[in-house]
């Protein structure tokens, strides 16, 4: 069904304001026959409220999204994107941090945040009359937050040790310096979260600094999906924020994040992280598209075929045929402005340089030849199939909500989606893997190697 143009205009009074009143905007975006009800509404402030009705749900999935991430710092702010996301939960003016995580799991819901490049989220999943103390919770920590002196200095070593935990993993840390092989210093290639060298130094007013200037309504959208009404929502948010720096000025909202001037990526380069491990972990891979690209649903059916998969071609071919790898599979990355394209493989040592050769292999030759009609039906087929499963729950309803509103700017109803997906052609796929495959490849290696061993 195709979106609603229906627009209601809701006249909500807000004290103190001049004039006495102020007007949100509510547009009804869908009726899904795969969901429920899609709503939007934007406060006077500029924050947007998203819900998705589900009535047969017994659950709902509230989220607070952010379009702030850690390309947003400079370069001795690396990590204070991640830092806020942990000291948001320490305590406000109303509650403790122990109160913030009790009175939510006393109904037996969860909370968490996770922090990426490009956006923060911190979010709820609790039973349906239980809403409203979620949105309450999850409301005051992030809008009204003390950043206490103390809780400042407590998680501060708890990133440092989360830190040292990644340096442990080195199947996480090829992934990092796979990104700064492609993009250098640009902040796409930084971590998100920070260094010791930039983490240890970073002060409570650079974090209170951080977190005023860029938390605002405008960059902020409110997502939920399940058992809800779409008025009680926005009457709840609104209530939680009232006095708040969230309630915020009168303002439009901030347009998602622009696609130009795109993102200068390095030359291909190879970098080597020398560790004595069991297992050698590399990522051979190249720019790709960014996130608004039309052939994005071509690039997802192309990933499929090459990687995506126990049937992708280096799944079968480097695992099954020749079992030099437990884990290899291709994955692409997109960002506003700049992608990525790669294969991951985590083989013995010694194995390194065959897994390598047969993946450029590959690679070159899905480039000169293209892919076949079934892999192109079998890479359609995956794509539709894993993003329709991926709705079975009110998170990744919830999720799909905020990230279309934050950063497309739209919600892309379901049969539209599945239908760009149907429409990719067999020439529209090879078409990509000419150019994209064809370009010069970085490689990331961790693993018990020198610098030199992986020069031409």
């Given at each position: 069904m195709a979106p609603s143009d229906a627009v209601r205009h809701v006249t909500v009074s807000q004290p103190g304001r001049a004039g006495g009143s102020a007007r949100a905007v509510t547009r009804t975006l869908s009726d899904d026959p795969l969901g429920g009800t899609v709503r939007r509404t934007v406060l006077p402030?500029?924050?947007?409220?998203?819900?998705?009705?589900?009535?047969?749900?017994?659950?709902?999935?509230?989220?607070?999204?952010?379009?702030?991430?850690?390309?947003?710092?400079?370069?001795p702010q690396g990590g204070a994107a991640h830092f806020l996301e942990h000291l948001l939960f320490k305590g406000t003016k109303k509650?403790?941090?122990?109160?913030?995580?009790?009175?939510?799991?006393?109904?037996?819901?969860?909370?968490?945040?996770?922090?990426?490049?490009?956006?923060?989220?911190?979010y709820a999943r609790v039973l349906d009359e239980d809403l409203p103390l979620a949105i309450?919770?999850?409301?005051?920590?992030?809008?009204?937050?003390?950043?206490?002196?103390?809780?400042?200095?407590?998680?501060?070593?708890?990133?440092?040790?989360?830190?040292?935990?990644?340096?442990d993993e080195p199947g996480d840390e090829v992934h990092d310096l796979f990104a700064r092989a492609v993009y250098g210093d640009h902040p796409l290639g930084r971590l998100i979260s920070g260094t010791e060298e930039t983490v240890t130094p970073m002060t409570r007013r650079q974090i209170q600094s951080f977190y005023r200037r860029r938390y605002t309504p405008p960059q902020i959208v409110?997502?939920?999906?399940?058992?809800?009404?779409?008025?009680?929502?926005?009457?709840?948010?609104?209530?939680?924020?009232?006095?708040?720096?969230?309630?915020?000025?009168?303002?439009?909202?901030?347009?998602?994040?622009?696609?130009?001037?795109?993102?200068?990526?390095r030359p291909a380069a190879t970098l080597v992280e020398p560790k004595e491990t069991e297992q050698a972990h590399v990522i051979l891979g190249c720019p790709g598209i960014d996130r608004i690209d039309e052939r994005r649903f071509a690039l997802g059916v192309l990933n499929n075929v090459l990687g995506g998969g126990m049937s992708s071609r280096l799944f079968q071919e480097i695992r099954e045929r020749r079992g030099l790898a437990y884990s290899v599979y291709s994955y692409a990355s997109q960002y506003a402005?700049?992608?990525?394209?790669?294969?991951?493989?985590?083989?013995?040592?010694?194995?390194?340089?065959?897994?390598?050769?047969?993946?450029?292999?590959?690679?070159?030759?899905?480039?000169?030849?293209?892919?076949?009609?079934?892999?192109?039906?079998?890479?359609?087929?995956?794509?539709?199939?894993?993003?329709?499963?991926?709705?079975?729950?009110?998170?990744?309803?919830?999720?799909r909500l905020a990230k279309g509103e934050l950063l497309y700017g739209d919600l892309m109803p379901v049969d539209e989606l599945l239908a760009r997906v149907d429409a990719v052609t067999l020439d529209d796929v090879n078409a990509l893997a000419a150019e994209l495959l064809a370009r010069p490849m970085s490689l990331a290696v961790v693993g018990p190697f020198g610098e030199n061993d992986f020069t031409a």
């Open positions: 402030s500029g924050l947007r409220v998203l819900t998705e009705a589900i009535p047969a749900m017994r659950s709902v999935s509230f989220g607070i999204w952010v379009a702030v991430g850690s390309r947003d710092e400079t370069g509650r403790t941090a122990l109160e913030i995580s009790s009175e939510i799991e006393a109904v037996g819901g969860e909370t968490n945040a996770f922090t990426t490049k490009e956006y923060t989220c911190y309450d919770v999850m409301c005051d920590a992030v809008a009204d937050s003390l950043l206490e002196p103390a809780d400042v200095e407590t998680e501060r070593g708890v990133i440092l040790e989360e830190i040292a935990m990644h340096d409110i997502a939920a999906a399940g058992n809800l009404d779409h008025a009680t929502v926005v009457k709840l948010v609104r209530q939680a924020l009232r006095g708040t720096p969230l309630e915020g000025d009168p303002a439009e909202p901030a347009p998602h994040r622009p696609a130009t001037p795109s993102v200068r990526t402005d700049s992608g990525l394209f790669a294969v991951y493989a985590g083989c013995a040592p010694g194995k390194v340089d065959e897994v390598l050769e047969l993946t450029r292999a590959e690679l070159a030759r899905v480039a000169a030849d293209g892919i076949t009609a079934d892999e192109l039906a079998r890479g359609k087929g995956m794509s539709k199939g894993s993003f329709v499963l991926g709705l079975e729950d009110t998170g990744s309803r919830m999720s």
